[in-house]
């Protein structure tokens, strides 16, 4: 779960990271009346599940009560990348020396977690990864040992930092290091951390993702509250489904996470764009894939389904009959192409050879079943 700018302020805040003071406002009246209350001048800044507000116009400075009022009506409602704000965080606004850069992850092939420190901060740490990778500072962390000060404060070392900024940078590296584990989240940003004219490190911005598994560990109810939720991921979780949703146009059905991503990959490969992702898990009875053909009929970009189903305990003419007769269940907007392998393969595609037409395709593997969704979906 992403967290916005000022929950993961305030989540930092509980761990003693210095953020600026301020407040959430969803009207240009009780913008103005936050700023009042802060003092000028402050920063306006529009809350999304999105970076790249300020490149995009949503964050603005304002240094009196009109220039708040023009930057709320105007940021309110304004669509940053597909995300419409419906929120304003008004802090203080800071007096910048410095930006730097600086976050923990996990990472995965280490079985370690990985803070990244850099001196080119505010900017797309991707882009400072591409061109400029020795600035970059990268740091391993055992979460058993946990992270030191000395350890801390050798890292800062290596990230060639002003002086000035050393002392703040380790207090804030290992508080965020605790906020990282303490906290279960999979990923704490500070882009920018700033060094402040008046030599304070400070966290101007705030990007969090937490551990959704950890949710029972937590009171994380307010931060669930302003989640954007997907109405088709909403409609495949009642059904039991696991779905992900995706921005393409191939409609994708298959059994098994694995052999579902991979079905995502080669949607992906062969120039499609896969709609989503969904597991309809080990079984392939008609009651789940008639649950799961529906919730891909509902997604209208969807242009064309791709059903991939390797049969292992589930034998393929069971899987056959189940498509067939889901299929006379759900009235199909979009032409179909079903690859079945696996136990019994040959037995299931008989039967599915009796229902075949020009909606109905049927595919010996993975890699043409992927191509004619995507050639069927350009057609139709
Ligand atoms: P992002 O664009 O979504 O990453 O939003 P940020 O919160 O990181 O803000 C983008 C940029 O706006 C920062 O890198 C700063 O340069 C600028 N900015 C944000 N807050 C302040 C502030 O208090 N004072 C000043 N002078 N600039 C700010
Ligand atoms: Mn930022």
């Known amino acids: 779960m992403d967290l916005l700018e000022y929950q993961g302020k305030q989540l930092f805040a509980e761990y003693g990271i210095p953020v600026s003071p301020g407040h959430a406002v969803f009207t240009v009246q009780e913008a103005v009346e936050a700023a ?32 708040v009022r023009t930057h709320a009506l105007d940021i309110l409602g304004m669509d940053i990348r597909g995300h419409v704000v419906a929120t304003l965080w008004i802090e203080r606004a800071s007096d910048i020396a410095e930006e730097y850069y600086a976050s923990f992850t996990l990472d995965r092939s280490a079985k370690l977690d990985l803070g990244l420190l850099s001196a080119r901060g505010g900017v797309d740490i991707e882009q400072v990864a591409a061109e400029e990778p020795d600035a970059i500072a990268r740091l391993h962390v055992d979460p058993v040992d946990g992270l030191s000060e000395a350890v801390a404060r050798e890292w800062v070392g290596r990230a060639n930092l002003n002086p000035a900024a050393t002392d703040g940078t380790v207090d804030v590296l290992v508080k965020l290091y605790r ?89 992906s490969q062969v120039g499609g764009e896969p709609a989503n992702f969904l597991d309809i898990g080990g079984g392939a009875n008609a009651d789940v ?49 079903i690859r079945l392998d696996g136990t019994n393969a040959d037995e299931g595609r008989a039967i599915l050879a009796a229902h075949e037409s020009d909606r109905l395709v049927s595919q010996p593997t993975m890699i043409d079943a992927a191509r004619k969704a995507v050639a069927m979906a350009g057609a139709s």
Do not use: C
Not at 37 to 60: E, F, L, S
Not at 293 to 322: M, P, Q, R, W
């Open 289 to 337: 894939m008639a649950n799961a053909l529906e919730v891909i009929n509902n997604d209208a970009e969807v242009k064309s389904i791709f059903i991939n189903i390797f049969g292992g305990i589930t034998k393929g003419e069971e899987v056959a009959n189940g498509i067939v007769q889901a299929l006379g269940r759900v009235e199909i907007r979009s032409p179909i192409v």
């Open 36 to 67: 009042d209350r802060i003092g000028y001048p402050v920063v306006v800044k529009a809350q999304v599940h999105v970076g790249g507000r300020g490149k995009a116009g949503g964050i603005q400075l304002a240094s009196d009560a009109d220039s």
């Open 179 to 267: 906020a990282y584990v303490d906290g279960d989240a999979d990923l704490v940003e500070i882009n920018p951390l700033i060094l402040t004219t008046d030599g304070r490190v400070h966290a101007l911005d705030a990007k969090v993702t937490l551990d959704d598994n950890a949710a029972f560990r937590h009171e994380w109810s307010e931060y669930e509250a302003t989640q954007e939720r997907d109405e088709r991921e909403e409609a495949a979780h009642a059904k039991g489904l696991q779905y992900v949703g995706l921005d393409g146009y191939v409609g994708i059905i298959a059994n098994g996470a694995g052999l579902a991503m991979s079905t995502v990959d080669i949607v």
